[in-house]
């Protein structure tokens, strides 16, 4: 009788190793697929500008210099996507330590709102802190979470038509935990959007100059990349639609869990 107990937890345990690896392999899997689109448009409009200056197509030896220009410009961007995805790869992996320490959540969240306060002014929008009067002690590597939550933030600014976002952070002591809030006036599928295509066909100067002003990760992309650091510290991200219902207004919510570190 023992034997039989003692095998059938030996079946939940590989059970649940099976589980947990097929998991594992499925978002491995879907992590190289994202990734791989989320470049392959910087890759297009190089070789876009290419096509164009082989082709003969340019007015004149300035415009030529111009999409060069372009190109160069193109290239830098592709890199630092590639190096951002790779230095999480690499945390994720193991071969780049995190400082976790403890830190104030309040500090973090009033360092992020200065980072990113020139780019909300610049999009007439506003953020709005909401913050406990006392101080939130979580476990995290402070520079990882202050770029993690900047680019979020970041990213929320260019999925927004309108409004103000609002970050709260909460205790939770019950179950050992600092929530952080970030409430975006957006439709929750633009979230989910990757990298797009960028079309040769027709190109010009002008789309090129738009575009390549706007090349940056996908919200797709940087949610993934959040996601795996924050777990890596110990915490967790996740996405929510908190629309009203019967209203028009439109919500999402990125919240975030952080273990705490409170000194007793």
């Excluded at 409430?183 to 990757?194: G, H, L």
Aim: net charge negative.
């Amino acid at each position: 009788m023992e034997e039989i107990k003692t095998l059938q937890k030996e079946l939940e345990a590989t059970k649940l190793a099976y589980e947990m690896t097929t998991q594992f392999s499925h978002f491995k899997s879907s992590f190289l697929a994202k990734t791989a689109h989320e470049l392959r448009s910087p890759l297009s409009s190089l070789m876009g500008l290419h096509q164009l200056i082989l082709g003969d197509l340019c007015e004149n030896p300035e415009e030529e210099k111009e999409f060069l220009q372009q190109g160069f410009e193109s290239a830098k961007k592709l890199v630092e996507i590639i190096d951002r995805i790779i230095t999480v790869s690499k945390i994720d992996y193991g071969s780049i330590s995190l400082n976790i320490e403890r830190i104030s959540l309040n500090n973090i969240i009033e360092e992020v709102y200065e980072l990113t306060e020139f780019q909300t002014k610049n999009y007439s929008y506003k953020i709005d802190i909401k913050q406990p009067d006392i101080d939130i002690f979580i476990q995290a590597d402070k520079a990882r979470l202050v770029q993690g939550l900047t680019a979020l933030v970041d990213t929320a600014l260019t999925v927004m038509e309108k409004g103000t976002i609002i970050i709260t952070s909460q205790l939770n002591e019950r179950e050992n935990v600092a929530k952080l809030f970030i409430d975006i006036p957006c439709f929750f599928y633009k979230w989910k959007k990757q990298q797009e295509d960028l079309q040769t066909a027709g190109l010009t100067l002008t789309s090129l100059k738009e575009w390549n002003n706007n090349l940056q990760l996908s919200p797709a992309m940087t949610l993934i990349l959040c996601q795996t650091l924050l777990e890596k510290m110990g915490g967790n991200l996740t996405i929510l639609d908190i629309s009203p219902e019967n209203e028009p207004e439109t919500f999402t919510r990125l919240q975030c869990l952080m273990p705490l570190n409170q000194v007793s």
